[in-house]
């Protein structure tokens, strides 16, 4: 398991690139619910698949998913911290968080 520490600058404007697919909650704990269902579910990868022009060309290990995954979230004085536990690899987590709210996340630590 590794426990991987976020930050997001602006709530508000932590969107993904494509809106049918992309985070619409205003709060840390809408997000870090959103973020828990994407590494445990492979619904938000198979609606991301069906978009590209050859989703049967899509690489099958990007739909990994980790059933055990939590994630919580919390305001701090400039920022939103979400704390995502999971067994999944940063290629995973990286690609889900981009999916969900863009570039608008940095990662601060990881355990």
């Known amino acids: 398991m590794t ?18 697919i992309s985070f619409e909650g205003l709060d840390p704990v809408s997000l870090a619910s959103a973020i ?4 445990r579910s492979d619904d ?3 609606r ?5 022009p050859e ?3 899509v690489d099958p290990s990007l739909g ?5 995954a939590s994630a919580s979230g919390e305001l701090s004085s400039d920022r ?4 995502l536990t999971t067994t999944l690899p940063m290629r995973i987590v990286k690609h889900r968080l981009n999916l969900l709210i ?3 996340w940095e990662l601060r630590d990881t355990r």
Do not use: I
């Open 55 to 57: 989703p049967d060309e």
């Open 102 to 104: 863009g570039s608008s």
């Open 44 to 46: 938000l990868f198979k």
């Open 3 to 20: 426990t991987y520490y976020l930050s997001v600058k602006d709530l508000g404007k932590a969107r993904g690139p494509d809106k049918d």
């Open 36 to 39: 828990a269902d994407a590494m």
């Open 64 to 68: 990994v998913t980790d059933g055990g």
């Open 80 to 83: 939103t911290d979400v704390q």
């Open 48 to 52: 991301w698949r069906a978009k590209q």
